[in-house]
């Protein structure tokens, strides 16, 4: 089928030129609102000259304008397959009957991108992600801005634990604070479980079980950064992409957008590189101006987090509690014994009732970060116990931290100054060996920057002017 087109009548230039200058836009500025590089498809449009049919619709969207009172006429190489598509889209009594007809068509796209738990762990057979997925919360005070002195962590003298971890946060269940805020921005630490909280979420709408006037996007930006090979890239295109194996015309995709019908869940700003990574944020900030009724998640590691985005709620993924430990524990050692789940259950009872020992203290630390609960759980499988040398269990824990996290996901990181995994490791042990030396658990930047810049200036090749290692040192530190 030959590409379709769209001209604008007389009368419907005379309105939208009214309309373009009521707003006092630029040429410029609705090409970018379109997503497109340059003005010409829009000089065109403005000029009655045919234009493709999709750049037509969203032209007059952004002009508040019904495209339909606008055009002259179509131009399609199979004028059947032209009333077929508008048709369907007439044919659709009510939006929500719209709605049911596209979940139905993406729902084994979104078993296929969500079923599934992603994990750096290596297992014998994948867990399917509703059968272990645990309910999460988000604190709607970022940790990294509560303004807190060394002295206000250091531990208490009668709980001897410090008061940051002590202490009743507020914790909102993300259901309930994705159902009150209509475009959000969730940081979190690697592992926290914000890939997992997206295709849960997914899954929910797709179900009519959340979002339930929905249809979900999920979109892995690690994924969409590589497939793309220009400079027109726009949310809607690669929505309609995706959608395209499902037969859903560009129409039925865009009077979703237009009435607000699209959950669009994007995960992981923070692994894509940083040329793309702005890219991805102007497209994310003009997507959701231009269909601001539509719902928007995003989701980035919390040290990595560069972008303020207008109009979005930022929270933070909390850690795991006790009773969140203790549902995940249960459903994990279930799931992984599906063939005998008496034995999945007294496992799970056993593993309960061993971490909560005070020799295990370190390993409940460990657990309130769901990555490394899944690994404390791996662990006791095959030993119905916790490693006596607990070195061994931190040792992993350091491995799917550093290397495996990124590595399971195909993620190169832009490093200012560029480390290998021996000299981070080695970085952080003679942090952890300074400090404890010194007995403390808690430190200022500043007292760590010196031992890094100490370690950098042993390497090869390195920069020992001090000005050049502390910014060095900086850089890795961050």
């Avoid at 940051?164 to 946060?169: D, V």
């Avoid at 969730?186 to 592992?191: D, R, S, T, Y």
């Avoid at 309960?352 to 490394?372: D, G, K, N, Y």
């Amino acid at each position: 089928m030959g590409k379709r087109s769209l001209k604008a009548s007389a009368i419907g230039i005379a309105k939208a030129k009214h309309a373009f200058q009521r707003r006092e836009w630029t040429q410029e500025y609705l090409a970018s609102a379109v997503g497109l590089q340059t003005r010409q498809s829009i000089w065109k449009f403005f000029s009655g000259k045919p234009i493709e049919r999709h750049l037509f619709v969203d032209i007059c969207f952004q002009l508040d304008l019904d495209w339909e009172d606008i055009a002259e006429r179509l131009q399609y190489d199979s004028p059947l397959m032209v009333d077929i598509e508008v048709e369907d889209v007439q044919s659709a009594s009510t939006i929500d009957e719209l709605v049911q007809e596209v979940r139905s068509h993406l729902n084994p796209i979104i078993q296929a991108q969500c079923g599934t738990l992603q994990t750096a762990i290596d297992l014998a057979q994948p867990l399917a992600l509703e059968h272990v997925y645990t309910d999460v919360e988000l604190l709607p005070c970022l940790t990294n801005q509560r303004w807190l002195e060394v002295t206000d962590l250091q531990p208490s003298a009668i709980t001897d634990q410090p008061p940051l971890l002590t202490s009743a946060q507020t914790r909102i269940p993300a259901l309930q604070a994705v159902a009150q805020q209509i475009r959000l921005l969730i940081l979190g630490k690697p592992g926290a479980g914000k890939t997992t909280f997206l295709q849960h979420l997914a899954l929910l709408c797709n179900a009519g079980n959340a979002f339930s006037h929905c249809v979900p996007a999920f979109v892995s930006l690690r994924d969409l950064a590589a497939k793309l090979n220009d400079n027109s890239f726009n949310f809607v295109q690669y929505i309609s992409q995706q959608w395209s194996a499902c037969q859903l015309s560009h129409e039925k995709i865009l009077t979703l957008l237009q009435e607000g019908r699209v959950l669009l869940l994007l995960d992981g700003l923070d692994e894509v590189s940083g040329d793309i990574q702005t890219q991805l944020s102007s497209q994310i900030q003009t997507f959701a101006d231009t269909y601001s009724k539509n719902p928007l998640i995003v989701t980035c590691r919390l040290a990595a987090q560069d972008y303020y985005f207008r109009g979005f709620t930022v929270m933070e993924m909390a850690d795991f509690a006790p009773s969140q430990i203790t549902t995940f524990v249960q459903k994990w050692f279930t799931s992984t014994n599906s063939a005998n789940p008496e034995i999945g259950a007294a496992k799970a009872e056993q593993f309960l009732e061993q971490i909560q020992r005070p020799e295990h203290q370190s390993i409940r630390e460990l657990a309130v970060t769901p990555i490394l609960l899944h690994l404390a759980c791996l662990v006791f499988q095959e030993r119905s116990a916790f490693p006596k040398k607990r070195s061994r269990l931190y040792q992993t824990g350091l491995d799917i931290l550093l290397v495996r996290w990124d590595k399971a996901r195909g993620i190169q990181r832009d490093q200012t100054y560029h480390l290998s995994v021996s000299d981070r490791v080695n970085i952080l042990s003679q942090i952890a060996a300074t400090t404890f030396e010194q007995g403390k658990y808690f430190f200022e930047k500043a007292e760590i920057i010196p031992i890094i810049a100490s370690y950098l200036g042993t390497l090869p090749d390195s920069d020992t002017d001090p000005e050049t290692l502390w910014l060095n040192s900086e850089a890795v530190l961050q």
